[in-house]
């Protein structure tokens, strides 16, 4: 069941079974790229989920990072998501800040960059995506050599340690070095492991297939 943190209690609080109903507050791109995760794991979890945004209108785009359309006029909410610049509400969930700099880079990149740091955890300033552009590339292409291999099951064991992760308020960054340690698994298949990738990116929404067929 997933757990996330709420900063109007300061502890970790399960999220009841049933409709879900998420109020984004304000346009931080690291907000709504932390909502949308919210969002994609609650639906595997079994939630009906509702998510809508108040506030400025983003000055950029969602759909490149990946956030999905946000269509529900928020009302009486379940879980808030923001940065607590406008008070914190039952429920809610803060997200530290990300570099405003980050804002004319490569989409794809900034969103493994956000998820690279815990949501609750500031990044920095100056904070670099060499690193995190890189990740993506390998993966990316690793990703379009084992599309080729002979199909396999996706391995259950890094899918449940995954799903742990995600479960556990959110910690990402435990779910991208399960999919390093998974690409160098010499006992998981290339056919395995493409498996294992896709599905995991139907939560952390990284594009990784998108080099499939290009070469």
Do not use: C
Request: net charge negative; aromatic share 6%; glycine share 6%.
């Amino acid at each position: 069941m997933l757990r996330l943190y709420d900063s109007t209690n300061r502890t970790a609080r399960e999220l009841r079974p049933g409709p879900l109903r998420i109020h984004v507050h304000g346009a931080e791109p690291r907000v709504h790229v932390t909502a949308d995760i919210i969002r994609r794991v609650a639906i595997r979890r079994g939630h009906q989920v509702l998510i809508g945004h108040s506030g400025p209108v983003p000055d950029w785009d969602p759909a490149e990072l990946n956030v999905q359309p946000m269509e529900w006029p928020p009302g009486d909410a379940d879980l808030h998501v923001g940065d607590g610049a406008d008070g914190v509400p039952i429920g809610f969930v803060a997200v530290a800040p990300a570099p405003p700099s980050w804002a004319d880079a490569d989409p794809p990149a900034v969103r493994l960059a956000m998820l690279s740091t815990h949501y609750r955890t500031p990044i920095e300033p100056g904070h670099a995506l060499d690193a995190p552009a890189e990740r993506l590339r390998r993966w990316r292409e690793l990703v379009a050599d084992w599309a080729s291999s002979p199909g396999r099951p996706m391995s259950a064991d890094y899918v449940a340690e995954a799903g742990a992760a995600f479960d556990d308020d959110l910690d990402i960054p435990v779910v991208l070095a399960l999919l390093d340690r998974l690409a160098d698994d010499p006992e998981i298949s290339p056919g395995s492991k493409f498996e294992t990738f896709v599905h995991l990116d139907l939560i952390l929404a990284l594009d990784l297939v998108s080099a499939i067929g290009r070469s």
